[in-house]
């Protein structure tokens, strides 16, 4: 699921882990709707939500445990229950200069 279409050289594509049963999960999408919202250069994020028991094929080539997590490319940069300060962090850190 992609939960934004817009893309620019300037950012890097986001790929978060969740399960649809995760309340963790549910938080970590309500900072980013939040986020969203605060900010709109953050709308602009390629961002991947890959549910790994529907793409068990995917998230088995990751190295993680808790969910929600989230990878810029191949670089886990939060993995477990998160804050509004983490995600936002993640997003800058996909916004690349």
Do not use: W
């Not at 049963?21 to 969203?36: D, E, G, I, R, V």
């Not at 886990?76 to 962090?89: C, F, I, Y």
Request: aromatic share 12%; charged share 30%; proline share 4%.
């Amino acid at each position: 699921m992609k939960i934004s279409h817009f893309q620019t050289n300037k950012m890097e594509k986001i790929t978060l882990f969740t399960l649809k049963t995760c309340p963790y999960c549910k938080q970590a999408l309500a900072f980013m709707n939040t986020l969203f919202a605060e900010d709109p250069k953050y709308q602009a994020l390629e961002i991947e939500n890959i549910d790994e028991q529907e793409r068990p094929d995917i998230s088995e080539k990751y190295d993680y445990y808790l969910v929600p997590t989230f990878y810029i490319g191949e670089k886990k940069m939060h993995e477990g229950a998160a804050t509004l300060d983490k995600v936002r962090g993640v997003f800058d850190a996909a916004l690349v200069d």
